[in-house]
């Protein structure tokens, strides 16, 4: 005789849902180039260094050297970019700058720059207001000095392209009063523009 227990029991159903996503990272850099026309390119140690206008060899007391420097974002996120550090050697064979003449010029030029924020379409329009009149955000004496500005901000778009530029007018000025001590000297500036993720 069979008979079936009390104690049995029924299998459970059951059922899933999924849910799944693709994640991937944005991508950071700046690129820059000189002046409104051009291409853009990445300017650093590992590649190349940007040449702007601004050599001052042959340089005589009264004159001013202007170059626009622009600069966007090169990848799909925007973010804070400013100039953070300058460099100087000398312009005979890049070495330290020791010579009284090259020590002299470098003490006397100034150094001033405007930062400008504009869209894409009006980045020539700011570069060519780069001018020997343009009046500087901060300017230092002894081009071996920073000057402390406050940060610009590179955009992109909902595509992740770019958005705007910073242009950077760099004043360069060898003052009525510098000393006949400079004559002859030369230098090779180098500044450093630093942009990060906001």
Known sequence: MLGIG???TLAAWTDQELATSAVAA???SI???VGGTGAFTAANQTTNTLTVTLDPALMYPGQVKVAAVQV???GSLGGPVNMTAVSVKNGTDGGAV????DVALQGAL???VKATASSIANAQATAD????ATVADVTVTGIQNLPALSPSTLTVDGAGVASN???YCMILKLPDTAPGTAQGGTLKPTWTFTGSTS
């Open 6 to 8: 009390s104690a049995a």
């Open 26 to 28: 944005g991508t950071f």
């Open 31 to 33: 690129v820059s180039r």
């Open 72 to 74: 966007k974002a090169g």
């Open 98 to 101: 020791t010579a009284a003449a």
């Open 110 to 112: 100034t150094f001033g």
């Open 129 to 132: 207001a780069c001018t020997t």
């Open 165 to 167: 530029i910073v242009t």
